[in-house]
């Protein structure tokens, strides 16, 4: 029996159920038999198995009710379903199949038909998860392009602006014209600040994968954390001439781990200073949230991002704009980042309404007092 399949069948006449059971095991199968589809959801989720025949007309869970159950379960909406029912009107049929069933056979039935229509299911299955595979291997090898692509540029950019305004410095006399020199110079610093923004990324993408984002939670310096963290964002985009505007109530008290805090700080701005429009207004507000925890939220004039993306927004290396048209760079880990980091201490981040632009709101909860 190695390698066999395992069916499930699920029926409240126990006569139907043996003749069945006695049926697969002749043609090679496995089976488990539950009398009633609360026992049968119960040992669907402990056992998983290969294909399940289910009668409609059982005590509640019926037939349709259970597969409305398990439709709604990541882990067992894939699993072949069959029905079995004695009903043999079309609207019957009908409604089986459109509840998600793979197949539905009438009873009385023909031992044939049924295991022919068993192993058609299967095959179906079987197909279904080799052209899956195919796709999921297919859209790996597209997305590791796309990183690697991404990652190519986000790194050369800034690196060749730094050396290209290093090397201008050091060729120039700027005696005469300490104006330039300084504008050279601000150029530099903010592309060398863009590679350490990225090499943090990566470090702290590698932290996530490892589990070893820090959770200690330490007293946040407004200052430093947040003033200073929103000032040097901020700089890059100061061509957009935006206005950066901080509110913080002075009666916020914040501990949080001080790494993760200031880069998750700094990713929100920097994703508000990006989308917004020129001369837009980005709005900063820190609100506490019991001892040690706070509300930040973060409002910029943007587009903003329809609701059916506020959840998608979050996924490592999702990007509303894709390819070689997308408008705005970044290897789409910023807010996968912060949502790691404000969940590690058992907090959270939200895409909230608004009437325009975005509003994101990083929750992060009171300390555990001892």
Known sequence: MNGAKTILVIDDDQKLSFGLVAVLRRAGFQTKTASSGAEGLKSIR???????????????????????????????RRIPFLFLSARTAQVDKLAGLENGADDYITKPFEVNELLARIQAILRRDMLGRERGIQESAANVDKLRTSISANLSHEMRTPLTILMATLDLVMREKFTENNAE?????????????????????????????????????????????????????????ESKLLEVKVSINPDVVIFAPQREFRHAIAHLIDNACKFSPKKGKVIVSVQPNGMGGCFLEVSDQGPGIPLELREKVFERYYQISQGDTRQHGGLGIGLTLVRAFSQSVKGDVQIMDSPVGCRVRMVLPPIELD
């Open 181 to 237: 020199l300084s504008e050279y110079v601000k150029t530099a610093s903010n592309s060398a600040l863009r590679l350490k923004f990225l090499i943090e990324d990566l470090e702290l993408l590698y932290d996530m994968a490892q589990d070893k984002l820090g959770t200690t939670r330490e007293r946040i310096d407004v200052q430093y954390h947040i003033h200073d963290a929103i000032e040097q964002v901020a700089k890059a985009w």
């Open 46 to 76: 402990a056992e998983k198995p290969d294909v399940i025949l289910c009668d409609i007309m059982m005590p509640p869970p019926n037939g349709i009710q259970l597969k409305k159950e398990l439709s709604n379960d990541p882990e067992t």
